[in-house]
């Protein structure tokens, strides 16, 4: 039980609220009316007091500090939360250098610039070879496959075995206006478009026979890059059209 001090609780004393016991003396000390009750000095109460309020001060200040941290806490939580669910602002694209454009389209150009000639070189070679071959009905010569590629190769040659068979040759030269109308750089790909006249190219000798057919028609050549190299190898004569 805790120690109460009536003169500072306002209680009454003993002597108003305790009577003498029977039997006893009037001079005998009187005895508290509760008892185990221990009267405490003002100055241990005053101690206790002021104890009691420091530890109060102490768990409000505890308290103060930890709400200063949390909110510390929170306002730092938020600010992260802020800046990592903000989306970076995206860098602004610089414009496509008009040189470099210009350079590659150079380049492109230059490219087929050179595959044209290169592809019109074959074509000129084939017909240049053949023309040779023709005027002898040479079926063995080495010259057609460095321009020719099959089918049309094996067609050139199997065509001048029957002329060296019938004993028949060409005499005089054709002439010829090629253009590459169709180029895949890519695929490695092209179609070139002639007017081929043959009218001073003709058979002769052997069992030659006068032809009806046009001298001069529109022909349709295909050719291919193999190794970095164009070859011809498909032909087809128009000749039932003019040019």
């Known amino acids: 039980m805790q120690s109460i001090d009536t003169q500072a609780s306002g209680l009454p004393d003993d002597s108003t609220s305790a009577g003498i016991p029977n039997g006893g003396d009037a001079n005998r000390p009187r005895q508290p009316s509760w008892s185990g009750a221990i009267p405490v000095p003002r100055h241990q109460l005053v101690r206790r007091r002021t104890a009691t309020e420091a ?3 102490d768990v ?3 308290i103060m500090r930890r ?3 949390a909110t510390a806490l929170g306002l730092t939580l938020g600010l992260l939360g802020a800046a990592c669910g903000s989306k970076p602002k995206a860098e602004p694209t610089a414009p496509a ?3 470099t454009a210009a350079s590659a389209t150079a380049t492109t150009s230059q490219a087929e610039e050179q595959a044209r000639r290169e592809i019109l070189a074959t074509y000129n070679g084939y017909l240049e070879a053949y023309i040779k071959a ?10 057609l496959a460095q321009f020719v590629g099959e089918p049309l190769l094996g067609q050139l040659l199997n065509n001048l075995q029957n002329m060296s068979r019938s004993n028949v040759h ?4 054709p002439t010829w206006n090629p253009t590459v109308t169709e180029l895949r750089l890519d ?3 092209a179609v070139i478009q002639d007017c081929f006249d043959s009218t001073n190219w003709n058979a002769v000798g052997g069992k030659a026979q006068p032809t009806t057919q046009a001298k001069k028609y529109p022909v349709v050549v295909k050719a291919k890059r193999v190794n970095g190299k164009w070859y ?7 000749r039932s059209a003019t040019c």
């Open 97 to 99: 250098n008009p040189t």
């Open 134 to 143: 023709s005027a002898t009905a040479d079926y063995r010569t080495q010259e």
């Open 67 to 69: 709400s200063m941290l």
């Open 232 to 238: 011809v190898y498909e032909s087809t004569a128009q």
């Open 55 to 57: 530890g109060r001060h």
């Open 60 to 62: 409000t200040s505890r």
């Open 170 to 173: 060409n005499e005089g030269r």
């Open 187 to 189: 695929a490695g790909q």
